[in-house]
């Protein structure tokens, strides 16, 4: 960041110029001063003199009162690619008694007012950030600036109220990509970037509001100026009619199909479902056959109100199993999103021991009542405490069942089967006689079972977001020199596991300031 110009100087002006200035300050007297409680000052710094000149003149024409120093009595100072910090430190600098009650303001107050001819209400976007660099901004007095927002989605809060959605959508297509092509880095750096931008508490509308924010490299900052500009990012555009990107989302959507798997069939030269679904030498897994079938379904958004009907289900047959486990719905839906792609659980037991059989047993229930589509139980694979996964994005332990569970629409508050659900066929029958509305959906559902030592890091890890939990595995390792995965946290100075048993207690462990669910959203 560049040095503040010491106090005074930026009203000194160089010996060629005073003639200008002087004809310039002389205009200010020519001109009737119409907006009697505004004093506006013209901060040079990185505007040069003959601009601030020439807009103090303009000012001046169109009535407002524009001083050459910065004064006591000045109400206003507008500034040009300044950010806020440079600003108020040389505010602070000036040792002005008023300096809280002067109103600080981009250029585009400025610009805005002379359209107007008139000073316009000051609107957020008028304003230089002063939340921007903060580390956590509602810790902090509101009119402080701070050191620089935090590289670590866990010292950050990122609610659901993503203000910069415009280039967080591009940006996140562009990093899915990479994440298809395994560009790990580029990966990695577009999906830091995304996050940064979804913690800030304002809108970006120009460049400037960039400066002093971490993780974004130039290519990033060249494709927020594009979509400044355009309102769009040609590589996105490109990218959205690209033959293989498409056909990898396409692919990638269907339930059990992975990268590879989509790039076997694009080479195939296969380019929609339906193609795939009619090729006759193609073999599926159990998975996937159940991808294609509840396709529709499992595609179209999961809603909170069946994600907790899903919930009542689930646990009611887990109560019946072992009346006092505990199942605390998880993911997204615990992070306050309305909507989701699936509906994740985990599932403890007081007693150390008794969560044993208990998925076997719950699952068995399930299926007897006809409300499994698909199954698949994953069994522990941790037999004795290692130490925790260095990897930030590694998979855990844990037992666990990835299923399909058919929800009767009834049960759904203001869900009553459309005409346009899809219309069963009954096999040899006139299309129009025998034809039945589905009154179910099918809803992709995980249930993780937890011993309850591990559980309050299983719930740390499976509440998300996936980009909080990676930075917060980073953040760990090189910050703490710990290491922490969903079943613990070891000190490797210490050579110990360290205890929690709720969210808040790790989150102490680790040096950080508690984060609700809700401010997870990276
Ligand atoms: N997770 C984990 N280990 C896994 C899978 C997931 O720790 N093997 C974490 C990452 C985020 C969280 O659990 C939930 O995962 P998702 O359901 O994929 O994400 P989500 O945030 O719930 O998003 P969505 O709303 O789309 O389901
Ligand atoms: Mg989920």
């Not at 310039?24 to 000052?41: A, G, N, P, T, W």
């Not at 099918?442 to 740390?460: G, H």
Request: hydrophobic share 40%; with cysteine.
């Amino acid at each position: 960041m560049n040095s503040i110009e010491k106090p005074g100087v930026m009203g000194i002006i160089p010996k060629r110029k005073r003639q200008k200035v002087a004809e310039l300050c002389s205009s200010y007297s020519k001109h009737e001063v119409r907006f009697q409680d505004l004093i506006m000052f013209i901060v040079e710094r990185k505007m040069g003199s003959s601009r601030r000149m020439f807009l103090m003149d303009l000012a001046r024409k169109k009535g407002f009162r524009v001083d050459d120093v910065l004064s006591d009595s000045v109400t206003h100072i507008v500034t040009e690619n300044n950010s806020w910090n440079e600003i108020w430190d040389w505010i602070q600098n000036q040792k002005l008694p008023n300096a809280d009650k002067i109103k600080v303001l981009d250029i585009s107050w400025f610009t805005d007012s002379m359209g107007a001819g008139k000073p316009v209400d000051i609107e957020e976007r008028h304003r230089l950030q002063v939340q921007k660099a903060c580390l956590l901004q509602s810790d902090l007095p509101s009119a402080s600036p701070v050191a620089t927002i935090s590289q670590y989605a866990c010292q950050r809060r990122t609610t659901l109220n993503n203000r910069n959605k415009i280039f967080t959508d591009a940006l996140d297509i562009l990093a899915e990509n990479h994440e298809f092509n395994e560009s790990v880095g580029p990966y990695v750096a577009f999906s830091r970037a995304t996050s940064v931008l979804k913690s800030l508490p304002y809108a970006i509308s120009s460049m400037t509001h960039l400066e002093g924010l971490p993780c974004l490299r130039d290519q990033t900052r060249a494709i927020i100026e594009e979509i400044l500009e355009d309102g769009v990012c040609s590589k996105v555009e490109s990218l959205l009619c690209d033959e293989r990107y498409k056909a990898r989302k396409l692919f990638t959507s269907v339930f059990g199909v992975g990268l590879k798997t989509a790039d076997k069939w694009y080479g195939q030269g296969f380019r929609t479902l339906e193609e795939v679904k009619a090729a006759k030498d193609l073999k599926f897994t159990k998975m996937q056959k159940a991808g294609f079938l509840y396709y529709e379904d499992i595609n179209s958004a999961v809603r909170k109100a069946e994600a907790d009907a899903v919930g009542q289900i689930i646990e009611d047959i887990v109560h019946k199993c072992v009346p006092d486990a505990i199942m605390t719905l998880t993911g997204g839906f615990r992070r306050g999103k309305e909507i989701g792609h699936d509906v994740d659980f985990l599932i403890t037991c007081l007693e150390e021991g008794k969560e044993e059989g208990l998925l076997h047993k719950a699952i068995s229930k399930l299926d007897r009542q006809g409300l499994l589509l698909y199954f698949d139980i994953v069994e522990a694979t941790l037999e004795k405490r290692e130490l925790p996964s260095r990897k930030y994005d590694a998979m855990d332990h844990f037992q666990k069942c990835f299923l399909m569970l058919k929800l009767n629409k009834a049960l759904v508050d203001n869900s009553v089967p459309s005409m346009s659900a899809v219309r069963l066929t009954t096999k040899g029958a006139e299309p129009e006689e025998k034809t039945k509305i589905k009154d179910w959906k099918a809803i992709r559902v995980d249930l993780v079972i937890v011993p309850a030592q591990q559980y309050a890091y299983a719930l740390l890890g499976w509440s998300g977001s996936r980009q909080f939990a990676r930075d917060l595995r980073r953040y760990t390792t090189r910050e703490k020199k710990m290491i922490l995965d969903n079943h613990g946290l070891y000190d490797e100075k210490k050579k110990v596991f360290l205890k929690a048993k709720t969210e808040e207690e790790i989150f102490a462990h680790l040096d950080l300031k508690y984060l609700e669910p809700w401010e997870r959203n990276a």
